[in-house]
Structure formats: C-alpha cells, structure tokens
C-alpha cells in the first residue's frame, strides 16, 4: 500500500454527509469541505448510469503528497485519495475528476455486491465482492470510470485528443485496431495501449451498441453467477 504515509503528528478531522464520512488531515482546511461537495454531487450525477445502487463509504484524503490519485478497496470498503492537481492535467476541476472516476469504481463493487455474492460475504466478509471483481476484465473498470468522468461533465479524458491519439495513430498506421487478445494481453513487438485507453474505447463501443444498462446487467449476472468462472464472457 502507498497509504500510512501522512506524518504522525497530524490531526484528522471529518464530515458526515448522508452517503460519507470524509476523513482529511485537520491542515487541508476548507477544502475538506469542498471536497465533501464534490462528492456529493458526484455521487448525484452517477445515478444516472448506476440507477437504484445506494451505499455509506469512509473516504480518507492525503493531501500531504504530490501524487493525483485515488483508489477504492473493500475489505474494509473505503475510498483513499491523493488530491493534488496532476501536471499532465485536463480542463476539469481535480475533485470533481477525482470523485465521479473513485466513485464509478465504488458503484461497481456496490454492483458486485448483491444475490449470491450479498449472501456469501455474510459468511466470508466484504472481501467476497473483491474476490467476485476479479472476474471483471481491468479494462472494464477503468474504462467504464473515465467513460463516466467523460459523460458527466464537460470534459473528461475520453474527450482529450491527448488520451485518444495512441489508438488513432494505430487505426491510420494499420488501417484497423489491434485484435482484443492483443490489445488485452499487451505485446512485446508493437505498442499497445493501456486499459485506461482501450478501455474506455470498449466500453463506449459497447454502450453505443447495446444500450447504457449492459455492464450493469453484466455485474449483476457476475454477482449471482460467480462459480460460473466466466461469467462476462457469458
């Protein structure tokens, strides 16, 4: 873990908001305050993608680093968060990319977390739906998360020339896209994308094609059908 970093002479403070308690160092100030909002609203604009999901999570902010960054885990739940504003940034507020793209990643496994895997993790703990995510591809969960940043707001990474010219380039170059295997495997020989990036394309690919409920239909079959082994592919 990169977190347990903060120096040992902070003092935290937190809000409670009907949906978080966030957690921040007594030194970050207002914008503690700031940030709740941002979840807040956030969590408001995701509701339109993720219908009917409803959950409480801890987020703890680190803002003693200079690192823009955040991750969700669940066993136990909570969402930890580097604020700081990237170098290489876009023309969107940090918080509100921070939240909505941490947040996607929290509705996802709140997604994860029903029928069978609900009733699982009440006798082996939260850690069943991170064991049940697994069966999810990488590029599902990032892509759908910068898909959401994209959609929701006036910017985003899937609306920069600069996150979308790799797969341009590889379109002119080869007058087609990689193979999925290809692209999903990485190669030693030709450049490859990351999940961020292919991800997001398949994701929106996807979505165009079958409708904006797909991968929430395809986390629920994941969730009831784990011992299935490949439910997504299903």
Same mark, same amino acid.
């Given at each position: ?9 902070? #003092? ?18 207002? @914008?503690?305050?700031? $940030? ?15 219908? &009917? ?8 902010? *680190?803002? =003693? ?9 669940? /066993? ?24 909505? *793209? @941490? ?9 994860? %977390? ?25 590029? =599902? $969960? ?6 959401? &940043?994209?959609?929701? +707001? ?10 979308? #010219?790799?797969?341009? /380039?590889?379109?002119? @170059? ?20 990351? *999940? =961020? ?6 994701? +929106?690919?996807?979505?165009?094609? &079958? ?13 009831? %059908? ?9």
């Amino acid at each position: 873990y990169e977190t347990g970093q903060d120096p040992a002479s902070l #003092k935290w403070l937190q809000i409670k908001t009907e949906r978080f308690r966030v957690i921040y160092p007594e030194t970050y100030g207002n @914008e503690g305050i700031r $940030f709740a909002k941002a979840l807040d609203d956030s969590y408001l604009k995701l509701g339109r993608i993720f219908p &009917e999901k409803r959950f409480r999570i801890p987020v703890i902010i *680190h803002n =003693y680093s200079t690192e823009s960054n955040g991750y969700v885990a669940w /066993a136990p739940k909570r969402m930890e968060v580097y604020p700081a504003p990237d170098q290489n940034s876009i023309p969107l507020d940090t918080r509100t990319q921070l939240t909505i *793209h @941490e947040l996607t990643h929290v509705f996802q496994l709140v997604s994860l %977390n029903q029928g069978f895997s609900r009733a699982m993790s009440f006798i082996l703990g939260e850690q069943f739906a991170g064991i049940t995510s697994v069966m999810m591809p990488l590029w =599902y $969960f990032e892509g759908n998360a910068v898909f959401a &940043e994209s959609v929701l +707001t006036g910017s985003g990474r899937g609306r920069s020339p600069s996150f979308l #010219k790799e797969f341009k /380039a590889i379109a002119l @170059e080869n007058e087609k896209l990689y193979k999925y295997d290809r692209i999903v495997n990485d190669s030693y020989k030709k450049y490859v994308p990351n *999940h =961020y990036q292919s991800g997001y394309q398949m994701v +929106t690919y996807s979505l165009a094609k &079958e409708g904006l409920q797909l991968w929430n239909k395809t986390l629920g079959y994941t969730a009831n %059908n784990p011992f299935l082994l490949d439910p997504v592919n299903l």
